[in-house]
């Protein structure tokens, strides 16, 4: 314990200045922020971003670096070794990992289960065990958990959950009991309180499209609902390329879009522009598989931006509150009409849903940094 807070090493597969893993770093970034001045925060990461081949620059490889609320260790891809982590260990009053199934997971439970960490482990799940997540790669994933249940690796830990669904999940592929359980939703990201103005004419929609190209976020989908559409739309893109053949086929069905549909792949999107590159649109496109939380979400909303999404994330109450519309996946042409809903809005009546969208994201933001649950996770005192 430093300075009368606790210490707590997260470990996690890339964090900043990283950016193309989206939301788990946003969800730990958002965690410092708020939580930063409670507890000493150090954090074991990579030294690179997904598929990058070099380190970032102006950081210490093999040591501790200063970021934001947080110190930072990064290290090599092959790096995350068990005797660094049970070393780390040794100088913290927990260790939360991010994820089961990585390297770096699989060594903090091996560790753990040996007895050579002495401090609380908790596992948070993120979003890994949905049905969706867990058919990709499952082989995989099943041979892994079937060993480790049998070797009796979930034993003694925690898990970190968002939901009671998501416990559910957990417990259809894990051995846990309800004790080992604790229920916290990711914190999002801070909201300024400075209002909002954007230009839109009637007839005219910017609609927007930011995450990881992969399957998953469905951008097919988006392009599909599109299609359809009779108004002037301009579609702007941003996200890596995650899956290759998957950005092919989008870029297929991108060429088949109607007249009336502009299209534009901006590429990477450095998560700290996100909110600023947000406000120059009108409304976020969003029909995706799964989503834990959905940073990109809540980041939509703290730049005035109504959100079209699907009902496969926890946001389910945009169209009592004013702030976008939530559908099945199986309706699309409900979707088609929500994007015509705001496209026919001239400037006075959608700079009025904007300030609703704005003021939501504030409440949020402030409700869930004040009830979070996460304190009851670190103030966790022996397994």
Same mark, same amino acid.
């Given at each position: ?231 002037? +739309? ?91 519309? +939530? ?57």
């Amino acid at each position: 314990m430093t300075d009368g807070r606790r210490d707590i090493l997260i470990i996690m597969g890339r964090y900043l200045p990283g950016y193309k893993d989206g939301g788990p770093v946003r969800s730990i970034k958002n965690l410092t922020d708020f939580l930063g001045k409670e507890y000493n925060f150090k954090i074991l990461t990579c030294d690179r971003d997904h598929g990058d081949t070099e380190a970032y620059p102006n950081i210490k490889v093999n040591g501790w670096n200063c970021v934001g609320n947080a110190d930072v260790y990064y290290v090599p891809p092959k790096g995350f070794s068990q005797k660094l982590i049970v070393e780390l260990a040794r100088q913290v009053d927990l260790v939360y990992v991010c994820g089961c199934f990585n390297d770096y997971a699989i060594n903090t439970l091996i560790a753990n289960r040996l007895g050579k960490i002495k401090v609380p482990v908790i596992v948070a799940a993120m979003g890994l065990f949905s049905p969706k997540e867990f058919q990709l790669k499952y082989k995989k994933k099943k041979t892994f958990t079937t060993i480790f249940n049998m070797l009796g690796m979930f034993k003694n830990i925690y898990w970190s959950a968002t939901s009671e669904m998501e416990i559910s999940e957990i417990k259809h592929q894990i051995k846990a009991t309800d004790k080992q359980f604790f229920i916290a939703e990711d914190l999002p990201r801070k909201v300024s309180g400075t209002s909002i103005e954007k230009e839109k004419k009637a007839g005219n929609l910017k609609v927007v499209w930011i995450s990881r190209i992969a399957p998953k976020k469905n951008l097919k989908y988006a392009i599909e609902i599109l299609k359809k559409t009779k108004s002037n +739309v301009e579609f702007t893109i941003y996200g890596p390329a995650h899956t290759e053949e998957y950005w092919e086929e989008c870029k297929q069905e991108l060429a088949k879009l109607p007249d009336n549909v502009k299209w534009d792949w901006k590429g990477n999107l450095n998560s700290e522009n996100v909110v600023e590159t947000l406000k120059q649109y009108h409304v976020f496109l969003f029909p995706t598989l799964g989503e834990n939380f959905g940073h990109v979400i809540q980041e939509a909303l703290s730049a005035g931006c109504p959100c079209i999404i699907s009902n496969q994330t926890p946001w389910q109450d945009f169209e009592s509150k004013g702030v976008g519309y +939530v559908f099945s996946l199986e309706n699309k042409s409900a979707f088609v009409n929500a994007v015509e809903k705001y496209a026919v809005m001239e400037q006075s009546e959608f700079q009025k849903v904007t300030e609703k969208v704005h003021q939501y994201a504030i409440e949020v933001s402030n409700n869930k940094a004040k009830n979070t649950g996460y304190r009851d996770i670190f103030n966790l005192n022996w397994k």
